[in-house]
Each structure stands twice: as C-alpha cells, then as structure tokens.
C-alpha cells in the first residue's frame, strides 16, 4: 500500500496541553502574561517574538538543548503509555531567552515525534511527499516552521480555520444525501488554503538533532532498567 500525502499524526498526546505546561513552569511566565496582555497579543505571539529574537543573536538556539517530549507516554509509533519526558542540557539560563529556547525546543521534540511516525510509515511502504494539518498547531506559524523543517515535507492547509468541524458537516451532507459520497462532498466544500514549504539549509541541523531525539528515548528506556533491577 502506497500514498503519496497523509495527514499528520502527532505520537505525543496532549502536545498543546505539554507546550502550556512548559511555558507556565518558566520563571518569565509571568512577564509573558503581563507584557502580551499589555500590548494587547496572545501570550504565544508574544513568545514566537522571543524567539526571534533570540535566533536573530544566536544561530540554532536550541543547539543545545534537547527535550523528548513523552511526558504524557508516547502514542505512536512507540505505541508507550508510560514513557517519560527528557530534557537535556539545562544551564543556570533564566528569564525570556530561557523561555524561548525551551519553548522552542519543545516544539522542535513534537515535530521530531511527527518525523518518527513518518519515517516508520515510510519503512511500512508508504511514500509520504506532503503533510495536511489542521487543529490549534496551525494557527502558530513558528510550529509550522519547525513541522515543515523538521520533517522536510510541505504543509498543506485548508481554507477554513475549524477543520474538524467542516469536516463533521461533510459527514452530515453525505448521510442525508447533499452528495453522494465523503469525496464528491470534500471537493465541493474544502478549499485550499495556505502552503508552507521546508528551508532545505535546515536539514542538517535537525537530521542531527532528530538523531539526539531518539537517542534520549533509548537511554531513558536503558536508566529506567537500571533501576527496575535495583527495586
């Protein structure tokens, strides 16, 4: 079986309720919160800035800084309800740059987990040349930067914001008979939106670091036998 796009499949659970959590452990949360509510922005354009910023005076900020972001286990493909986070390479850093660059480094771990489901299908036989996404992640431009980077795949969007939505009014308008089936209702009714290409000088960077993402897994799983035989 062969498919030349899919959509995306996220293996951590929960990502949006892990990037809030990360962000609300920073010492900077809370200057976050009251400079976006000052100017007015979402706390996580704000933070998007901050990170701009910060790459704007270093490259590769998250260099490193690696997360593995399992904190709520790993849904696929490891298929691991009870594997664990990891961060590497903490320093004494506070405040905004600290924020940023974990923040940042987040994001990087959820889109490596999507470059692992891929990479998987891939080995099962299908051919995967482009990404549709829809949900929160979408609504972030620095999260569909690192998507499109990480897994060097282009990222399709649909028109309308509420995807999952439409996509429950296609099911409506077939079952009482609008159209005639699911692909004749989703021709006529979504459209296409935006498209976010990779920036193939990336690459090498996160082959790299997709390689310490891994690794943080196996080395958590070989800590975690350690100490099963010590109990």
């Known amino acids: ?31 976050l919160k009251a400079e976006a509510a000052k100017q007015g922005m979402h706390e996580i ?22 997360v ?10 490891r298929a691991n309800p009870h594997a664990k986070g990891v961060v590497s390479g903490l320093t004494l850093e506070t405040g ?34 482009k990404l549709f996404m829809c949900g929160g992640a979408t609504k972030n431009p620095l999260w569909l930067r690192e998507y499109a980077n990480i897994t060097g795949r282009e990222i399709q969007l649909a028109e309308e914001d509420n995807a999952v939505t439409l ?23 979504v459209r296409v939106g935006g498209l976010i290409k990779p920036v193939r000088s990336t690459a090498e960077f996160h082959t790299a670091k997709y390689q310490v993402y891994l690794n943080l897994y196996d080395n958590h799983q ?5 100490m099963e035989k010590a109990i």
């Open 1 to 31: 079986m062969r498919s030349r796009a899919c959509p995306v499949w996220r293996g951590q659970s929960a990502a949006g309720s892990l990037v809030e959590w990360t962000i609300r452990q920073s010492d900077a949360y809370d200057e």
């Open 45 to 66: 354009a704000l933070l998007n800035n901050w990170v701009l910023d910060l790459e704007a005076r270093e490259a590769n900020p998250t260099r490193g800084l690696h």
């Open 68 to 77: 593995l972001s399992d904190h709520h286990g790993n849904r696929s493909p």
């Open 96 to 129: 905004r740059d600290a924020l940023a660059r974990l923040y940042l480094a987040t994001l990087q771990s959820i889109a490596y987990g999507t470059r692992h489901i891929i990479e998987e299908m891939t080995k099962a036989g299908h051919s995967i040349t």
């Open 167 to 189: 996509g429950a009014a296609i099911l409506g308008a077939v079952a009482c008979g609008d159209f005639r089936d699911i692909p004749s209702a989703s021709a006529k009714l």
């Open 222 to 226: 070989h800590h975690k036998a350690l």
